[in-house]
C-alpha cells in the first residue's frame, strides 16, 4: 500500500556513491519533505545542496507515462511482445552476441541483477554494459589485479580515523560533498590533506597540500613515492613476505625516474612541494588514499589505479583502521551493479569469466545459454553499433548520446541501429529521440530495492509515491520481456525481495570463502525483513587477516610504468579534461528541474588560465568555441589561475535540450584504457578560440 502522507520513509539518495540516507515525508500525492537520517552511517542526518533538493525534481514534468511504438501510445503487452519477438528474432538470425544492453548506475541492485541474468544466462551474451563502464572501472580492474576480486578495502570510517588523506582527481568538495565535510572534520581534528589534481578545485583551495600535476602523470608520482618509502625503510618487508607476492624485479623496475627531481618534471610541480608530500606520506601510518575520475578515466587508469595499490601494499596499510586505498564510486549504485555483474568484462557475484565460474552461475540459474566470454565494453559497444553489427539495443536509464565518448558518433550509431528501446523516467532524452520503443520506468521515490554505496553499505532504497501513468519498475519491466522471450520459470519473480534473496543466495552459492562478498544470512530473510532492513556493510575490514582472494591468497604488487606523455601537437595545442559542477548530476535530466540547484552555475563555462586567454583573445565572460577532432562546442570563458597553462575544463552536464552550447561529450574521443574499458575523459587534445 502507498505511504500515507505524514509518514516518515527511510531511504537512500538518488546521486553519488556516498550513499546518504533521506527521510522522505510526502506532504501530498507528489510533493514531499526531505531530511537526512541521522540513523544513517554514510551521512548521519547530513545532506549536500543535491539530496536537500531531490524533492524539487519529483514533479511530472517531462515525464514518460505509458509505453510508446514510434511516436504512438501502446499498451504495456503490445510494446513488451514487440520488443521481446525483435530480440528474439534478431538473435535467431544473427546470434545472441548481435544484441546488446546498456544499462545504468541508477539502476536498483534488483534491476541490474536481472538484466544481467537475462542477457548473460538466458540470450548467451555478455554484452550487458554499464555506465558505471565511464565512472569506475579501471577501479575494478585494478582490484582485481591487486586482490583478486573487486572489494573496495576502505569505509567512510577509516576517514575518522586517518592521519594524513590523500585525494587523487577528486574534488571531493563538489562530487561527494558529505563524504568531503567528514575528511574536514578529521583534518579540523589534525589529519593533514593533500590534493592531487591538475585543477586548483575547490577541495584543493583547502588543503594542505596541493600538487597540481601534469595530467596523466599520477604513475610517475606514485612510482616515486613507492621509491621514496622504499629508501626511507618505510616498506614493511614482513608484511610482504607474509601476504603479497611481488614479481621478481619489481624494485628494479621502479629505478629510472623515479627519484625526486626526475618526477618533479615529469609531474610539473615544485620538488619541494613533492618532497613534502613524500616526507608527509612516508611519517604517516594511518593513511586513506581516495581516489575518483581524475584516476580511472585516464588512458592508463588501471595502472594508476594499481600504483595506488602498489603503495599501500608495501607500507601494509591495508586492512588496518585509517589505512586503505579508496575508490570512490561516482553513482548511487555502482558498486551494486559490480555485486550483480552488471560490466560485460564480470559474471556475477564477483565472479569473473573463468570457466569453473560460468558452470557454477550456469548451475545456479539453471541457464541454458551461458555466456563463455566478457562482452562488448561501452565504447567499444557503441562502435559495435555504428558498424552494424549491434542489431537491437535496449538502454535503461542513461543517456549515452550526451555522456559517452564521441557523442556524435554515438548519435550516428543509434539512428542507424535496426531496433532501439529506450526505458527511463524522461519522456524525451537525447537517447530516446533514436528509440524505436520507449517505455516508462518509475522513478526514485515509485520503487523498491537496494543499493549498494562506495564503501559497501547497502542500504533500502524505499517507495514513497505511486507510480504515475503507466510507469513500472525496471525489474518488473525485464521480467516481463524475459518471460515473453520464453524463460517463464526462471524471471518468475512478484517483487524485488525475491530478486534480493536469489542474489544473496548465488553471493554464497559454492563460495568457501575463496570471495569475499558474500550475503548469507539475507537469503533467508522474508519479505518483512526485507521492508524493514536497516544499511549494512558487507565485507567487515576486508583484508584485515591478509589474507585475499587469489588462489594463493596473497594480494599481488603490480609492475606500473609510467607512460610517455604526449607532446601537444600543432593543430590541437592544449589538452581538455572535463567534469561534474556542484549542483548538477549527469545530464540533468532531474537536477536541472530544480530552479535552486540552477543557480549555483547557470550556464556551462570554459575555464582557461589568464596566460592562454591574453595569447588567443579570450575575454572573461566572452563567447568561445571549443574544438576537437571529434567535434565543437560553444562555451562562455571563465579565465581563472585555478586552472594550468594549456589546459581546459569544461562540465559534462549540458545537452543539446538544456542548452545552445556546453555539449561536452562531442568532445573527447573514444578511446579507452586498454584494461579496464574505461574511456579517457581527462586530457583530450583540444583548441579553442574566441568567437
Ligand atoms: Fe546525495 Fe551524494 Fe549529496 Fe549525499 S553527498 S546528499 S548521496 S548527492
Known amino acids: 500500500s502507498p505511504p500515507r502522507a505524514g509518514e516518515d520513509i527511510r531511504t537512500t539518495c538518488a546521486y553519488c556513491g556516498v550513499g546518504c540516507g533521506i527521510i522522505a515525508t510526502p506532504t501530498g500525492e507528489r510533493s514531499v519533505t526531505i531530511k537526512g537520517d541521522p540513523d544513517h552511517p554514510a551521512n548521519t542526518g547530513k545532506l549536500c545542496s543535491k539530496g536537500t533538493h531531490l524533492g524539487e525534481t519529483i514533479g511530472l514534468e517531462g515525464r514518460l507515462l505509458t509505453p510508446m511504438i514510434g511516436q504512438r501510445r501502446a499498451s504495456w503487452d503490445k510494446a513488451l511482445d514487440l520488443l521481446a519477438k525483435r530480440f528474439r528474432d534478431t538473435i535467431a538470425q544473427h546470434g545472441p552476441n548481435s544484441v546488446a544492453f546498456y544499462v545504468s548506475g541508477q539502476l536498483l541492485t534488483e534491476d541490474y541483477y536481472v538484466a544481467n541474468k537475462l542477457m548473460k544466462g538466458f540470450i548467451g551474451s555478455a554484452n550487458i554494459d554499464t555506465n558505471s563502464r565511464l565512472c569506475m572501472a579501471s577501479a575494478v580492474a585494478g582490484h582485481m589485479r591487486a586482490f583478486g576480486e573487486d572489494v573496495v578495502p576502505a569505509s567512510y570510517d577509516d576517514l575518522d580515523a586517518a592521519d594524513l588523506i590523500v585525494l587523487v582527481g577528486s574534488n571531493t568538495a563538489w562530487c561527494h560533498p558529505i563524504a568531503y565535510q567528514r575528511i574536514r572534520a578529521r583534518c579540523d581534528a589534525g589529519a593533514k590533506l593533500v590534493v592531487i589534481d591538475p585543477r ?55 629505478g629510472e625516474g623515479s627519484d625526486l627531481w626526475s618526477v618533479a618534471r615529469i609531474c610539473d610541480v615544485p620538488p619541494q612541494d613533492l618532497r613534502r608530500f613524500y616526507e608527509l606520506f612516508a611519517a604517516t601510518p594511518k593513511t586513506v588514499t581516495m581516489f575518483s575520475q581524475g584516476v580511472n578515466q585516464s588512458l592508463s587508469g588501471t595502472d594508476q589505479v594499481n600504483a595506488i595499490t602498489n603503495l599501500h601494499l608495501a607500507t601494509g596499510r591495508i586492512g588496518k583502521p585509517g589505512a586503505a586505498p579508496f575508490s570512490i564510486t561516482g553513482q548511487p549504485n555502482a558498486m551494486g551493479g559490480r555485486e550483480v555483474g552488471g560490466l560485460a568484462s564480470s559474471l556475477a557475484a564477483h565472479m569473473d569469466f573463468a570457466p569453473e565460474n560460468v558452470a557454477r552461475v550456469g548451475r545456479f540459474w539453471a541457464a541454458p545459454t551461458m555466456a563463455t566470454k566478457p562482452g562488448l565494453k561501452a565504447v567499444d559497444l557503441f562502435r559495435e553499433l555504428g558498424n552494424g553489427r549491434i542489431k537491437a539495443l535496449w538502454v535503461m536509464a542513461t543517456n549515452p548520446a550526451v ?124 519479505n518483512a525483513e526485507y521492508d524493514a532492513m536497516t544499511p549494512f556493510r558487507w565485507g567487515g575490514t576486508p583484508f584485515a587477516d591478509g589474507r585475499f582472494s587469489t588462489p594463493d591468497g596473497r594480494a599481488r604488487l603490480v609492475p606500473v610504468v609510467q607512460k610517455p606523455v604526449a607532446a601537444p601537437l600543432a ?121
Not at 586552472?643 to 562540465?651: A, N, S, T
Request: glycine share 8%; charged share 25%; aromatic share 8%.
Open 200 to 254: 586548483r578545485t575547490e577541495t584543493a583551495d583547502e588543503a594542505d597540500l596541493h600538487l597540481a600535476i601534469r595530467p596523466g602523470t599520477d604513475v610517475a608520482l606514485m612510482n616515486g613515492l613507492l621509491a621514496w618509502c622504499r629508501d626511507a625503510g618505510v616498506v614493511d618487508h614482513d608484511y610482504l613476505a607474509a601476504h603479497v607476492a611481488t614479481p621478481d624485479a619489481f624494485w628494479d623496475q621502479l
Open 403 to 526: 555522456s559517452m565518448p564521441d557523442a556524435g558518433r554515438v548519435r550516428e550509431a543509434l539512428a542507424a541501429c535496426p531496433f532501439v528501446v529506450v526505458s527511463d523516467v524522461i519522456e524525451t532524452t537525447d537517447t530516446s529521440v533514436h528509440a524505436h520503443v520507449r517505455l516508462p520506468a518509475a522513478a526514485w521515490g515509485e520503487k523498491d530495492g537496494t543499493v549498494t554505496n562506495s564503501d559497501r553499505t547497502i542500504s533500502r532504497q524505499r517507495a514513497f509515491m505511486v507510480p504515475p501513468g503507466e510507469a513500472k519498475p525496471d525489474w518488473w519491466i525485464v521480467t516481463q520481456v524475459a518471460r515473453r522471450m520464453g524463460w517463464k520459470t526462471a524471471f518468475s519473480y512478484d517483487r524485488p525481495a525475491e530478486i534480493w534473496r536469489e542474489h544473496c543466495r548465488l553471493s554464497a552459492y559454492e563460495n568457501d570463502g575463496a570471495r569475499l562478498f558474500t550475503l548469507p544470512g539475507h537469503a533467508a530473510k522474508g
Open 571 to 691: 593543430k590541437w595545442p592544449m589538452t581538455l579534461n572535463t567534469g561534474r559542477y556542484r549542483d548538477q548530476w549527469h545530464t540533468m535530466t532531474r537536477t536541472g528541474l530544480s530552479p535552486k540547484l540552477a543557480r549555483h552555475r547557470e550556464e556551462p563555462l570554459v575555464e582557461v588560465h589568464p596566460d592562454d586567454a591574453e595569447r588567443l583573445g579570450i575575454v572573461d565572460g566572452g563567447l568561445t568555441r571549443v574544438t576537437t577532432p571529434q567535434g565543437d562546442s560553444l562555451f562562455r570563458a571563465s579565465v581563472v589561475t585555478a586552472q594550468r597553462v594549456g589546459e581546459l575544463f569544461v562540465p559534462i552536464h549540458w545537452t543539446d535540450r538544456t542548452a545552445t552550447g556546453g555539449r561536452t561529450g562531442l568532445l573527447p574521443r573514444p578511446l579507452a584504457d586498454p584494461i579496464s574499458g574505461q574511456p579517457g575523459f581527462k586530457s583530450t587534445p583540444v583548441r579553442i578560440e574566441p568567437v
